[in-house]
């Protein structure tokens, strides 16, 4: 009787499936292997290294550089799902919640420390996709360009929502003060007192907090 060989199903992950639609061993560990390749570039990304290549990541994570080149196209498409991992992730911590509630100064101490958590957990990733916009131009990078300036968006919304009490007492100059205010909290600019001005992460929460009482506390100028 001839043998009769296992029909091959090829989806577009290169993975086979088992029966009923549940991963088989080789897919979980297609799956298993691209996180380890994600995660090596995330500490690549903390260890300084914003611009991994896949070579310095295969040795990071353990993963051959042949298995690399099947999980992501090149450097740009790796940095990219790197970024999305990431953002994954840390998901919950880009909520502010509640926004809005109690007193002016309750309210400045919570903002100040909710963007003080994100920025902990998110700097090395920033860092890597701002010097990504930066040093290429390509399709892959405007991507990134598109969804820093939807996160810059994002905050500056949750600063208006936290302070609308008092963005709303300022009349015509509302837009001027909103724009000081999302200026001095946005994650870039926490890292700029962190890595270029030397200010502790401490440090810059108070100079947030500061900022934020003397553009729209009671007792501001």
Known sequence: MPIRRRPQRTDPAGADDAPGGMPDGRTARRDRNRLLVLDAALELFAAGDLNPSPEAVAQRSGV????????????????????????????PL???????????????????????????????????ALLRTKISSTPGSAIIRERLAARRG????????????????????????????????????????????????????????TGLRRLLGPGRA
């Not at 600063?159 to 870039?188: C, K, N, S, V, Y």
Request: proline fraction near 3%; aromatic fraction near 10%; charge should be negative.
């Open 64 to 91: 051959s550089l042949r298995s690399v080149y099947r999980y992501v196209q090149d450097r740009e498409d790796l940095i990219n799902a790197a970024i999305e991992r990431h953002v994954e992730k840390i998901g």
């Open 94 to 128: 880009f909520v502010l919640d509640p926004v809005g509630e109690g007193p002016f100064e309750d309210r400045v101490r919570a903002f100040v420390a909710a963007r003080l958590r994100l920025y902990e957990a998110v700097a090395p990733t920033a860092r890597a």
């Open 154 to 209: 994002m905050f500056r919304v949750q600063l208006a929502r936290q302070f609308a009490p008092e963005l709303g007492t300022f009349g015509a100059d509302a837009d001027a003060i909103m724009a000081a205010a999302d200026g001095l909290t946005q994650i870039e600019t926490i890292d700029w007192f962190v890595t270029d001005a030397g200010y502790t992460l401490e440090q810059a929460g108070q100079a947030m907090a």
